[in-house]
Every structure is written in structure tokens, then in C-alpha cells.
Nanobody, 131 residues
């Protein structure tokens, strides 16, 4: 069983940046698909961003339309880690952010953005944005 661990959440001011981290101790995620989802109060869990191996040393990224241009997903396979950088926080970004992973790559944005595509999840990290 792969246990993912998120970190980096907290109370932050609108307009500021934030970087979330996700690690999977004891695993090598080189060929994994990995993603960030979030769950805001009163809303359904939604896809934020994903990164997947696409052959050789190449990785692809996918983003939800609601955050495209404001966030960047990246990964450091040497550290078994994935990151989500939100460049300019908005109050609507307040949510619990979850890291997810699957032991395979995906080739379509649809698959990358579906929560059912991922078997391994973390416990989440709370991000609260004050206006």
C-alpha cells in the first residue's frame, strides 16, 4: 500500500504564493501518474492538476480550467516528490488539497483529471486563503 503525504498548507493571504508538496516514502514514482485534487466546503472534490510520464524523460501536465495559468505542477523523481505551486492565491482556493498517484502513466487529459484514475491518496492538507 502506497501512502502519500501532503505538506505545505496553512493560512495565507490572497494574492500570495503557496507551494504544496507530496511525497510517497519508499516508492519510486518515475512512471507514475500523479495529481492534485481539492475539496472545498459545500462543494464536490475537484481536479486541480496532474503530471504523468509520457516516455523517456518526458512528463506531461494537465490543469483544470479554473486554475490554468495560476498554478504549476512539477515533480522531482529523485526525491519521490510532486509539487503544486499556486502563484496568486484567491479566497476560492480555500480547500483541503489531496495528492493522488497511480502506478501507470496516462495518455489523455480526461484520465489524468479523473479521481477514479488514482488508487493511492494522501490525508490532505488544509489551505485557507484570507481576503
Amino acid at each position: 500500500q502506497v501512502q502519500m503525504v501532503e505538506s505545505g498548507g496553512g493560512l495565507v493571504q490572497a494574492g500570495g504564493p503557496l507551494r504544496l508538496s507530496c511525497t510517497g516514502p519508499g516508492r519510486t514514482f518515475t512512471t507514475y501518474a500523479m495529481a492534485w485534487f481539492r475539496h472545498a466546503p459545500g462543494k464536490e472534490r475537484e481536479f486541480v492538476a496532474a503530471t504523468t510520464w509520457s516516455g523517456g524523460r518526458t512528463y506531461s501536465a494537465a490543469y483544470a480550467d479554473s486554475v490554468k495559468g495560476r498554478v504549476t505542477v512539477s515533480r522531482d523523481n529523485a526525491k519521490n516528490a510532486m509539487y503544486l505551486r499556486i502563484h496568486s492565491l484567491e479566497p476560492e482556493d480555500t480547500a483541503v488539497y489531496y495528492c493522488a498517484a497511480e502506478n501507470r502513466p496516462y495518455t489523455t487529459t480526461q484520465n489524468m483529471g479523473a479521481s477514479t484514475s488514482y488508487s493511492y491518496w494522501g490525508q490532505g492538507t488544509q489551505v485557507t486563503v484570507s481576503s
